[in-house]
């Protein structure tokens, strides 16, 4: 008999200890070992392929809590390795994975953000190779970051290409900014051929950053009001000074996505921003 | 015996003896003896010639100026050995220029004022997360509903490009209806797109 309550002793002691197995999953850390080992080949493939571990660590364990598979994580994280592996800007592309995770994305939505990401990083690289603008320097990432942002906003890399053949003799700044206002340009719903014209026209008046923000907020403004892009181009120069001649435009065709705003539910204002 | 050193050394040092001579003959005679070496030393010290100190003072070189020179002569190597001092002065230059640039350009290009304004009359909390927050939450909070139910938050950001939505009750995204440039982000919502 005493050694039967010894045994019941022991039991109740080990459930007091030790909670039960169905709880195991409702403890914050509580990972399997299977996946764990996964989370942890993942995060060391990315750190060979030259991913920051600290921040690849933690993109991790928030796939991980979001509920998607080893597999799952992996596709959605394997275009950042392979930037990192090509000499592309890898962080980039996890920030698009951490906006995603942040707005609740599907894994698939996920996955195929950051692999739309990577692929605007390769474009951006041809179109700088082309343009002789050393895509792989330290000192381009930049450029090259801001030309595959306008790539995934929709500019053509035709549009792109004519913009960087500009280049020549100019700053990488002036260029960034030439290229930022082409994208800011198309996303307000310019005809492609205005948005080319002025963006040649900052570079071949070799406009600083403040002149470049100003004729994009002037175009913007112009376009709310309702006016046509080449009449927004004479009135910018004209107002310059300096008469431009009107190029010729090419009508544009409906871009799905970017132009299905009505410009006159946008009224004119924030953000305002000072001139820096 | 010790006494005796004393006085011995007193003698020798002041050429006056502090108290009695001893009173041992021996001590006597040794004492006598020192005495009379003391004299001879004395008596046998040379002195210097007439307008000796004036000419050692007139060989030495004229003028402050030229120590100086010379001492700063000493820093330059010789047998044209400039080359490493001359290059380690340039690049000790460029790095102070290059050092200077750099300060420059971070604290003149740095930050440029902006105010983000959202109409939301319903809402209980407005965030604004973007590009410049890393997409992370909870960092900018807007600051309202003001009498005509808009939120407001002014910021000093990096001069550049920026996407952002602002977060209504930590559910709803909502792109800037104020700007013009707004993109999809992929997700099945817009971004807004700000120049600065």
């Known amino acids: 008999m005493p050694s039967r309550r010894c045994w019941v002793a022991a039991a109740v002691a080990l459930l007091l200890t030790e909670p039960p197995l169905s709880w195991a999953g409702e403890r914050p850390n509580a990972v399997p070992k299977v996946v764990r080992s996964e989370a942890t080949r993942l995060v060391e493939e990315g750190t060979r392929a030259g991913v920051d571990r600290s921040r690849l660590e933690a993109l991790v364990r928030r796939l991980s809590r979001a509920g998607l598979s080893a597999e799952a994580s992996r596709q959605v994280l394997y275009p950042a390795f392979d930037a990192a592996r090509t000499g592309l800007p890898s962080n980039v592309v996890l920030e698009k994975v951490e906006e995603g995770l942040l707005k609740k994305a599907a894994p698939l939505a996920l996955a195929e953000a950051s692999r739309r990401r990577l692929e605007a990083l390769r474009r951006a690289r041809k179109l700088l190779s082309a343009a002789n603008l050393a895509p792989g320097s330290r000192r381009s990432q930049p450029l090259l970051l801001t030309t595959a942002l306008a790539l995934e906003s929709g500019v053509t890399d035709q549009l792109l290409d004519a913009t960087l053949d500009r280049a020549g003799g100019r700053s990488s700044s002036q260029v960034k900014s030439a290229v930022e206002a082409a994208e800011a340009l198309w996303l307000a719903g310019l005809e492609p051929a205005i948005v080319e014209a002025l963006a040649a026209d900052c570079l071949n008046r070799n406009l600083k950053r403040a002149d470049v923000l100003r004729v994009v907020r002037f175009a913007e403004e112009k376009k709310r009001q309702g006016m046509a892009g080449a009449a927004i181009r004479e009135a910018l120069w004209k107002a310059a000074g300096k008469a431009a001649r009107p190029p010729a435009v090419m009508p544009r065709p409906a871009a799905p996505g970017v132009n299905s705003r009505d410009p006159s539910a946008t009224p004119p204002g924030a953000p305002r921003a000072a001139a820096p | ?196």
């Open chain 2, 1 to 196: 015996m010790r006494d005796e050193r004393e006085w011995i050394h007193a003698l020798l040092d002041a050429g006056t003896p502090a108290g009695d001579v001893p009173s041992d003959d021996d001590d006597a005679r040794l004492v006598k003896s020192y005495r009379s070496a003391l004299a001879l030393l004395e008596e046998s010290r040379e002195r210097a010639p007439e307008g000796f100190t004036a000419s050692v003072m007139a060989a030495l070189p004229d003028g402050v100026e030229a120590g100086w020179i010379d001492r700063l002569r000493s820093f330059w190597p010789d047998r044209g050995r400039w080359a490493l001092p001359t290059l380690a002065g340039a690049l000790a230059t460029l790095i102070l220029a290059a050092g200077l640039a750099l300060f420059q350009r971070e604290s003149t290009q740095g930050l440029v004022p902006v105010t983000f304004e959202v109409h939301a009359p319903d809402a209980q909390r407005v965030e604004l997360v973007g590009s410049f927050t890393g997409w992370k939450p909870g960092q900018i909070l807007l600051q309202g509903p003001d009498a005509t139910g808009h939120w407001r938050a002014t910021l000093r950001l990096p001069a550049g490009r920026h996407e952002y939505a602002y977060l209504l009750d930590g559910r709803e995204w909502i792109a800037d209806p104020e700007v013009a440039a707004r993109r999809p982000d992929g997700f099945g919502r817009e971004n807004a797109v700000i120049q600065l």
